[in-house]
């Protein structure tokens, strides 16, 4: 096994095919970093060099991959959700975010996007007992 990035990744396989084990890294990515590098399609990672897993590490390094990229991800939808954008309100309500139909299959939107639902539903509930108090009083 190799560890290159925080991942490990294992010798045996292909390095294209290895290459998408990093978050953010798909088929055609890791392809194009393969050719950038001038590796063989057929060459596996245990039979790079040092020379060349530094280069490689130098290229991945550049990227924005892992949590860099699962930062800006969250950080993005964040902005959506501050901001109040159709999509943002999709997100906050745990709903399919792309214009999928809701009457029988969203159960992995809510599945996915309803995990910003658990982070803040304490905090409001709190809010709302507060409003409510508040509400009562005046009456």
Not at 73 to 86: C, F, K, P, Q, S
Request: net charge positive; proline share 2%.
């Amino acid at each position: 096994m190799l560890h290159l990035l925080g991942v490990n990744l294992p010798d045996r396989k292909i390095v294209s095919v290895a290459l998408t084990y990093f978050y953010g890294i798909g088929p055609q990515t890791a392809r194009k970093i393969c050719s950038q590098l001038s590796l063989h399609r057929e060459c596996k990672l245990g039979e790079l060099t040092e020379s060349q897993l530094n280069q490689l590490s130098g290229v991945l390094s550049e990227m924005s991959i892992e949590n860099d990229l699962k930062r800006k991800v969250a950080a993005n939808v964040r902005h959506l959700r501050e901001i109040g954008t159709y999509v943002g309100k999709r997100h906050a309500m745990g709903l399919p975010v792309h214009g999928q139909k809701t009457r029988n299959n969203a159960t992995t939107a809510k599945k996915f996007n309803g995990s910003w639902l658990r982070q803040y539903s304490t905090a409001r509930s709190a809010m709302f007992g507060e409003l409510q108090s508040l509400v009562s009083k005046r009456l």
